[in-house]
């Protein structure tokens, strides 16, 4: 009996001792960088017990709770991954030692790809700078220098060099010499979050250089590297495009076939954002199918054996990923081909779920993140949509009538081809519409953009694109050894562009085409898709058609009741408080004031750079607060810097009258002619102001209007600024533009004022007398509206000397002062830390 209970004492010993290891190095904890590493820990831990769980459970044939368990242990390993990509780099990460202000830095560096060429900005006369072209180029750093010491280093990060940067390919080891700095965090509410993006990338910095010439190839790569080779054939191909193809339609092409985007300038991306084909001009499963079907067609033919096809389309569209970038959605569809040729070679059924959960998979295994990207949300939610239809109950219909297959059979062929192509275009249309329906919430959310013209113009733009795509393949298949035949094949891809253009920008024209609108609940967009997905698997809830459309239908309209309708603002309607935020648009200016009975004013919209750039984040800021309609637009004088933003911010919402100064069109520039026609285009009334305007109270919030005189005074832009005040229960807010001499000195002629909240004149300006006006205005908070890496140190220090808080939206971000008869609230968008390290660096500037 002691050799038998030994026996299975060792027995058990044997069995579970796989078990005991998973817990001791779950347990033992992780240690990184010297720390243990408590999140990472639960995360093996838990997916530790939770295998130990499935491995006991499966034994006992407990199927429900086994499967449970070992759901929990796959994602909890799936939390782990995304901990570890997320949050832990190297001790000599390059973007360890980055921080908001340009560091001169000495880097070698191996290129990641080939140098990238980014397209000028189009014609802007609201451009306040020359904008040229540009080459981007990402590199993965190996060596920092410091002083005369070389160091290791590592990381990625995206290095932008003035021009066009020639010589450099994907493997090159590089000599860099620019300035290195970190990624900034938005700096308004709303606001793209340029930071996260590249971090998803694994980016924590980037750098830029004065001149290609500061950056040096010390070591070529091989061409043998597969990384080189693949680099080396599309920038031959992009030169094919630029060779057969005129330089508009070659630029469209590139982002088409190769996946180049950059080379298209911003204007003509927004036209395919609004008119919601923005996808066609990404790699994207549309491209990748259209090529399918292509392959399909010459592999019916007869050709070659059936499974060497196969096998070469699998091949195909696994280069064609990897030459593309190996972009989310490219990845996706390269997944769905390989999985359903796979399928047919072994003779079995592709299920059109599993294989998407594969690439889902395969993607999230490579980079999580890639879970949180609209690109990859869209493109799953399309796929998913595409497959839905096939089975959920609703959309299963009865086969056709065999005597009528019959009778359509037997008619001409001309009036076969007909009904075929009809049901092509219904089919095609129903499926646009479809897509477009279930994509609606989350395009909402993401971009603040409906567009129901999309519903008409993809059907539509499907053809050229369909023809596009296959002469343009014709131009890099050709263009090596027939270049004849090439320029014929271009000159058909042209032409195809041209007509997509054309639609496209017809599109954007028609009234009502698409409609720019704040983001919904993020409540709403959730119970939406969690709606759809519960229904789709649970079949007891799956409901009729007319059921189903009734109900997207209330929920649409709840959710643009609370977007754009009477209940998106109705708490600031309510409210007791005047709101004013100073948003954070560079060296330029922008106020948002917002009144107890919800109206809403704008104190001028612009900034340094292109107009494009500036209105990003004033619309940004005005959607977060759920604005659509702007009663007053006040431009306080006739610098760019003020007005800019205006005509892109009249594209994106409604204005009820604009208001300037009676010397702002004095002088007639590209730019205020500029401004003048956006007006009078968007049919909003255009008043002048003066000190004797008597402006209407509204909501017991007075306004006045302290400068120019009518005859505005002799000097500058600047000194004709409109400076106004806005009083609401004893508190006041004054807005003075970019008031100086002698403007200034004619303002401070008056009567000494007692002021809550001030804006420095001229972006905190020393030759807007900073003391004196401290001293005329006494004012309780100041906030300088300007861009980082100016001293303003002299001009801080003259209105705090006056006791006021100073704050500045290159370091605070949006600066929000929320006014009632109890006080003052200031909230500011940069959290305290972050603001610490930026007035650090400002404090260096200074120094």
């Not at 003509?268 to 001009?281: N, W």
């Amino acid at each position: 009996m002691g050799l038998q209970a030994e026996r299975e004492f060792n027995l058990a010993n044997a069995r579970y001792q796989p078990l005991v290891s998973i817990f001791v190095v779950a347990s033992s904890g992780i240690v990184v960088d010297d720390r243990y590493d408590i999140a990472l820990t639960s995360w093996l831990l838990t997916a530790a017990c939770g295998l130990t769980g499935w491995i006991l459970t499966h034994r006992q044939r407990w199927q429900t709770v086994s499967s449970v368990l070992l759901l929990l242990a796959i994602s909890s390993v799936a939390g782990a991954w995304h901990h570890v990509y997320w949050r832990l780099y190297r001790d000599d990460e390059i973007g360890r030692t980055a921080t908001a202000d340009l560091t001169p830095v000495c880097l070698e560096a191996i290129a990641a790809n080939a140098p990238r060429l980014r397209a000028a900005p189009p014609e802007d006369p609201m451009s306040t700078m020359p904008n040229d072209e540009r080459s981007v180029l990402m590199v993965s750093a190996t060596r920092v220098r410091d002083g005369i010491v070389w160091r290791s280093a590592s990381g990625t990060l995206q290095v932008t060099v003035p021009g066009r940067l020639t010589g450099v390919r994907a493997g090159d080891r590089l000599l860099i010499f620019g300035s290195l700095s970190g990624v900034s965090a938005p700096l308004n509410p709303g606001e793209f979050d340029f930071a996260t993006s590249q971090r998803q990338r694994r980016m924590l910095c980037r750098m830029s250089v004065d001149a290609p010439e500061c950056l040096k190839v010390i070591e070529t790569a091989s061409s043998w590297n597969p990384r080189t080779a693949i680099h080396a054939i599309r920038g031959g191909s992009n030169e094919l495009l630029a060779t057969h193809l005129p330089p508009d339609q070659a630029e469209l092409a590139s982002a088409i076939l190769l996946g180049i985007r950059e080379q298209v300038d911003s204007q003509r991306i927004e036209f395919f954002m609004t008119t919601g084909t923005v996808h066609l001009l990404a790699i994207s499963g549309l491209h990748v199918g259209m090529l399918a079907a292509g392959f399909w067609v010459i592999a019916r033919l007869g050709w070659f054996p059936r499974k060497r096809m196969l096998c070469l389309a699998i091949a195909l569209f696994i280069f064609y990923a990897l030459f593309t970038d190996a972009k989310p959605p490219v990845v996706r569809a390269a997944v769905l081909i390989s999985v359903m040729c796979v399928a047919r070679l072994l003779g079995r059924r592709a299920f059109a779920f599993n294989t998407l959960a594969l690439a889902g998979l395969i993607l999230l295994a490579v980079n999580p993140t890639n879970l949180f990207q609209a690109g990859t949300q869209l493109s799953f939610l399309a796929v998913a949509t595409l497959s839905c239809s096939q089975r959920v109950s609703f959309w299963w219909s009865a086969p056709d009538d065999p005597l009528q297959r019959l009778i359509s059979q037997s008619r001409p062929w001309p009036s076969r081809v007909l009904r075929k192509t009809g049901v092509f275009a219904w089919q095609l249309w129903v499926a646009s519409t479809v897509i477009w329906l279930v994509a609606l919430p989350l395009v909402m959310y993401r971009f603040h953009l409906v567009s129901p013209i999309a519903v008409f113009l993809n059907p539509v733009v499907w053809v050229p694109m369909g023809v596009a795509l296959f002469s343009g393949f014709a131009v890099l298949l050709l263009g090596w050894a027939l270049p004849p035949l090439a320029d014929l094949s271009g000159w058909v891809c042209s032409r195809s562009l041209a007509i997509i253009e054309a639609l496209v920008q017809w599109a954007d024209r028609i009234p009502l085409g698409h409609a720019w609108v704040p983001s919904p609940p993020l409540w709403w967009v959730v119970s939406f898709y969690v709606a759809i997905a519960v229904c789709v698997a649970v079949p007891q809830f799956r409901v009729r058609l007319r059921w189903f459309v009734a109900l997207t239908a209330i929920w649409f309209a709840v959710g643009f009741l609370l977007t754009v309708g009477p209940l998106a603002r109705w708490d600031a309607a309510s409210s007791e408080q005047v709101t004013c935020t100073f948003i954070a648009v560079g060296h330029g200016t922008s106020v948002l004031v917002e009144l107890p009975n919800g109206r809403t004013l704008l104190y001028d919209a612009g900034s340094l750079g292109t107009s494009r750039f500036a209105v990003q984040p004033i619309a940004a800021t005005l959607w977060s607060r759920g604005i659509t309609h702007l009663d007053a637009i006040f431009i306080s004088h006739a610098d760019a810097d003020h007005y800019n933003a205006v005509p892109s911010v009249l594209e994106r919402f409604s204005a009820g009258v604009v208001y300037v100064s009676p010397v702002m069109f004095r002088d007639s520039t590209p730019a205020l002619d500029a401004l003048r026609e956006a007006i009078r285009s968007r049919g909003v009334p255009l008043h002048e102001l003066d000190a004797s305007t008597r402006l209407e109270a509204i909501a017991g919030v007075e306004f006045e209007v302290l400068h120019p005189p009518p005859q505005g005074v002799i000097g500058s832009d600047n000194a004709n600024s409109i400076v106004l005040r806005i009083t609401y229960r004893g508190r006041t807010i004054l807005l003075p533009g970019d008031l100086e001499t002698p403007g200034l000195e004619d303002v401070m002629a008056e009567q000494p004022l007692d002021t809550d909240i001030v804006m420095a004149p001229h972006h905190g300006s020393l030759r807007s007398d900073p003391l004196g006006f401290s001293a005329w205005t006494t004012p309780e908070h100041v906030v300088i509206s300007g861009g980082a890496g100016r001293d303003v140190g002299a001009v801080r220090w003259a209105y705090e000397h006056g006791g006021a808080q100073v704050t500045h939206t290159a370091v605070d971000g949006a600066i929000r002062f929320e006014m009632s008869s109890a006080g003052i609230r200031t909230l500011t968008h940069i959290p305290s830390i972050a603001k610490h390290d930026r007035k650090e660096g400002e404090q260096r500037d200074e120094q």
